[in-house]
């Protein structure tokens, strides 16, 4: 991580990610929610580095103040070996309030096995093999040939390691009956007849046999385990056509799973630390539906069993795999929602958020010195080629915006991230607040509500956010309000978006969010057709309106303030209904030009019509009037004839 004072906001985001992920209890499903193509890429290699340092930090931190952690490697492998053979490993308090840690990380591209059948198989045979590769092929065979499982025992006296009697027991007898049964049958024995003789030949080698199979017996499972994988193993299934077929396919492969959970609980209290598999998942916008659906489901079956190590990563980008998770023909029982889908899945969700002027300067910084080679190409030889071509001035003057741009230490009052993380976890528990209310009965939910709140707390420390102009009950109602309403405050932060473009009210940073819901209520009412899975996605609305307009009233300035450090609200649904309102607010603009154009239109025919009707007026008064002047021109003549 950069040095203090010049991390940007990507540093912060992935150390805060780091620390959570150093204390969540495991099983964990975190969805990394980014743009596909973005710079997700960049932030998944920071998190890594960021999980390896606070690892390394945790641990050294631990072994000053209680025993040193125990490698594998040297002496160690032997000790590794001692234990596998002869030692039961258990499952004690002591272990249970370790810190220590250490992350195995395995990388899985869906990409890479786009063109396989089973897409799932493919991600758990790259867990298998790398986790073959971490602990050594021979230490997975034997423990998986003669390992035992760990026991639980929470007794503040109980030991580790406890001998397996039994186990030894049956070895030395074992191999007493082989040192005798050769004995009998290589060690001439004096005897007074030729049938004693072949009755001891024949109990020497049955002696022989029972002992040595049962010796053989364990070597060539050992030899068989180390010449043939996991991978390989769960591969033969995959293409056998016949047991691919039959119900306990999903069984075997679940049985590789456990072998290696309880490999990593072994080795936990081995090395006398946590152990935690961090499987990280990219690439799954570039499969088919199908495939995309097989492999969440391999991460609910086969990943999520209590008490797992495994965090699984899935980076994704949600626009694009929840579409392709609606077009699948698998998707029942979620009524074709792909959102509720993915939210079954993922525990906790970290929406990457725009680009910060740090790090966008950090990064314009990073491609003009990379490309000042390339331009100063033709006076590389030249000793003053940086004056000449202009590239050296620029540089300087972004170092100095860079320093001028700074922001100055601040003197905030001296809160602890823990003090606050406790304070706001108090406020979700708390009976005389009526927070708790608004919280669902669904235990995976709550699992997502207080796995964002850690996050969030120490984005705001770092951020350098006031902490006492916002309350910790306000915090923990603002999580809760992005996970049950998502698509309302998206729309409500769309509106806001719109207004502050057009051009800000006065008092507008006072105004209530719930006021502004109200005021645009109608359109996003007449917008519920193409929104229909977004909404599904939100809790009761009377509830909600109780929420923002009596027990949290939200100010506009208060959401700015708490939207920096929002990180459990899916962007791509904001980014969604701003689509949906720009057209909408384009066909409201067509209409009211083609309204305007029939007015006018009415307007002229009826101006026409006008005229046309008084022409008709005017000559049909004239012509009865030149009618009757000639009659009495008429009767004038005839008169004067007579």
């Given at each position: 991580m950069a040095s203090k004072g010049k991390e940007t906001e990507d540093d912060i985001y992935c150390a805060c990610l780091s620390k959570a992920l150093c204390q969540v209890a495991t099983p964990v499903t975190v969805g990394l929610y980014a743009p596909f193509g973005g710079r997700v890429y960049m932030l998944l290699d920071r998190i890594t580095k960021c999980m390896h340092e606070e690892a390394l930090r945790i641990t050294?931190?631990?072994?000053?103040?209680?025993?040193?952690t125990v490698k594998s490697n040297g002496c160690g492998f032997l000790h590794l070996l001692w234990r596998l053979f002869f030692y039961f490993p258990v499952v004690t308090e002591r272990h249970l309030e370790c810190r220590s840690i250490e992350f195995i990380f395995v990388h899985f591209s869906a990409w890479q096995y786009a063109g396989s059948d089973r897409l799932w198989a493919g991600l758990?045979?790259?867990?298998?093999?790398?986790?073959?590769?971490?602990?050594g092929i021979f230490t997975l065979s034997v423990f998986k040939v003669l390992g035992t499982?760990?026991?639980?025992?929470?007794?503040?006296e109980a030991r580790e390691w406890t001998l397996r009697k039994t186990f030894c027991i049956v070895l030395a007898v074992t191999i007493v009956v082989l040192i005798i049964g050769l004995l009998l049958l290589l060690v001439p024995i004096e005897t007074s007849s030729d049938g004693e003789e072949k009755i001891t030949t024949i109990f020497g080698s049955v002696a022989t046999i029972m002992a040595g199979s049962s010796i053989l017996m364990t070597l060539f499972k050992l030899c068989k385990s180390v010449l043939i994988s996991q991978k390989h193993k769960i591969e033969q299934l995959v293409n056998s056509q016949k047991f691919s077929t039959q119900m306990g396919f999903m069984n075997e492969v679940k049985k590789e799973v456990e072998l290696i959970s309880h490999m990593v609980q072994f080795m936990e209290i081995f090395q006398k630390q946590k152990i935690r598999v961090v499987l990280q998942i990219t690439s799954l916008e570039l499969c088919a539906p199908d495939k995309v659906v097989g492999v969440?489901?391999?991460m609910n079956t086969l990943l999520a069993d209590h008490k797992s190590p495994f965090i699984s990563i899935l980076v994704v980008d949600p626009s694009i795999i929840v579409t392709c998770l609606e077009n699948t023909s698998s998707l029942k029982g979620m009524a074709d929602n792909g959102y509720m889908f993915l939210n079954r899945t993922v525990t906790l969700p970290f929406s990457v958020p725009p680009l910060g002027t740090k790090t966008k300067l950090q990064l314009l910084k990073k491609a003009v010195q990379r490309t000042e080679d390339l331009i100063d190409w033709p006076c590389r030889n030249d000793t003053n080629r940086g004056t000449k071509t202009g590239i050296?001035?620029?540089?300087?003057?972004?170092?100095?915006?860079?320093?001028?741009?700074?922001?100055?230490?601040?003197?905030?009052?001296?809160?602890?991230?823990?003090?606050?993380?406790q304070e706001t976890f108090y406020a979700l528990y708390n009976e005389r607040e009526v927070l708790h209310e608004y919280i669902p009965d669904s235990i995976c939910q709550m699992k997502?509500?207080?796995?964002?709140?850690?996050?969030?707390?120490?984005?705001?420390?770092?951020?350098?956010?006031?902490?006492?102009?916002?309350?910790?009950?306000?915090?923990?109602?603002?999580?809760v309000l992005c996970n049950q309403w998502p698509c309302r405050l998206s729309w409500i932060l769309q509106c806001l978006e719109d207004e502050e473009q057009q051009g800000c009210k006065e008092g507008f940073d006072n105004y209530l969010l719930w006021d502004m819901f109200k005021e645009h209520s109608k359109e996003l009412f007449s917008l519920k057709a193409g929104l229909k899975n977004l909404l599904d996605l939100d809790g009761d609305p009377e509830i909600f309106q109780k929420f923002l307009s009596q027990d949290f009233p939200f100010t506009v300035e208060e959401s700015r303030r708490l939207m920096k450090c929002t990180i459990?609200?899916?962007?791509?649904?904001?980014?969604?209904?701003?689509?949906?309102?720009?057209?909408?607010?384009l066909q409201n603009d067509w209409k009211t030009t083609i309204i305007e154009k029939t007015a006018e239109a009415i307007e002229t025919v009826h101006r026409n019509n006008t005229i046309v009707v008084k022409d008709k007026v005017e000559m049909q008064f004239t012509h009865p009037r030149r009618d009757f002047m000639k009659d009495k021109d008429e009767e004038r003549t005839e008169c004067q004839k007579e």
């Open positions: 050294e931190k631990e072994n000053k103040l209680k025993n040193s758990v045979t790259t867990l298998c093999e790398q986790i073959r590769r971490h602990f499982v760990p026991k639980r025992n929470l007794d503040p969440l489901d391999a050296t001035e620029p540089m300087k003057l972004l170092a100095e915006e860079l320093l001028e741009d700074e922001e100055p230490e601040v003197n905030l009052p001296p809160y602890k991230p823990g003090y606050c993380i997502r509500i207080v796995n964002a709140i850690p996050v969030m707390v120490h984005l705001m420390m770092l951020s350098k956010i006031p902490w006492g102009n916002m309350s910790s009950k306000y915090v923990a109602a603002w999580v459990n609200l899916d962007y791509s649904i904001k980014h969604k209904m701003g689509l949906h309102r720009g057209i909408n607010n």
